[in-house]
């Protein structure tokens, strides 16, 4: 059971939960959708309203389903949960096996884009912009070379931050 609060109401350090305890994105719906492990991310306000950033490359799956959908959800999860979730989310590809079953996650789909039962914190996001990285942007020019050897820049998808769910 979740109940709704306000984004500012968030207790945990949401740079910590990005970065260390990494959480999922997930985009669909009932008659499809995928889910990847984040871990490059960030949160705050631009445009007037709060704005999280996730980055996803294009030869992900759930690429696919960012762009078809308005919504997708942002989600975090205990830190044993993380092992089981992330072992499969973040290595395996929805392509070739199912995810979310192979990580006994149970799906939600009464919000504008699914989330999973066993979640924390859930944020659910309209897309409000895509873009993409630029190697002629990068100042740091060695960048490209450590992070992009296949030259497969990032997509950057905007997501305003409509609903905040904790679990209860």
Same mark, same amino acid.
């Given at each position: 059971?979740?109940?709704? &609060?306000?984004?500012?109401? &968030?207790k945990?350090? &949401? &740079?910590?939960?990005? #970065?260390?305890?990494?959480? =999922?994105?997930?985009?669909? @719906?009932?008659?499809?959708?995928?889910?990847?492990?984040v871990?490059?991310?960030?949160v705050?306000?631009?445009?007037?309203? @709060?704005m999280a950033?996730?980055y996803? $490359?294009?030869?992900?799956?759930?690429?696919? +389903?960012?762009?078809?959908?308005?919504? +997708?959800? =942002?989600?975090?999860?205990? @830190?044993?949960? #993380?092992? $089981?979730?992330?072992?499969? *989310?973040? !290595? #395996? !590809?929805?392509?070739?096996?199912?995810?979310?079953?192979? *990580?006994e996650l149970?799906?939600?789909?009464?919000? !504008?884009?699914p989330? +999973?039962?066993?979640?924390?914190?859930?944020?659910?996001?309209?897309?409000?912009?895509?873009?993409r990285?630029d190697?002629?942007?990068f100042? @740091?020019?060695?960048?490209?070379e450590?992070?992009?050897?296949?030259?497969?820049?990032h +997509?950057i998808?905007?997501?305003?931050?409509?609903?905040? =769910?904790? !679990?209860?």
């Amino acid at each position: 059971m979740f109940k709704e &609060v306000e984004f500012t109401q &968030v207790k945990d350090n &949401v &740079v910590d939960l990005l #970065k260390n305890r990494w959480g =999922l994105v997930t985009a669909g @719906d009932e008659n499809g959708c995928n889910t990847m492990t984040v871990s490059w991310g960030a949160v705050g306000e631009l445009w007037g309203q @709060d704005m999280a950033t996730v980055y996803i $490359r294009p030869q992900r799956y759930t690429e696919k +389903f960012m762009n078809e959908q308005d919504y +997708f959800t =942002l989600s975090f999860y205990k @830190d044993d949960d #993380k092992k $089981r979730i992330h072992g499969i *989310c973040g !290595s #395996k !590809s929805g392509r070739d096996i199912d995810k979310i079953k192979e *990580c006994e996650l149970t799906p939600c789909f009464d919000e !504008s884009a699914p989330y +999973f039962e066993e979640a924390e914190l859930v944020l659910v996001c309209r897309k409000a912009a895509k873009s993409r990285f630029d190697p002629a942007d990068f100042i @740091d020019k060695t960048i490209t070379e450590k992070w992009y050897p296949e030259k497969d820049f990032h +997509f950057i998808y905007y997501g305003a931050i409509e609903k905040v =769910l904790i !679990s209860e």
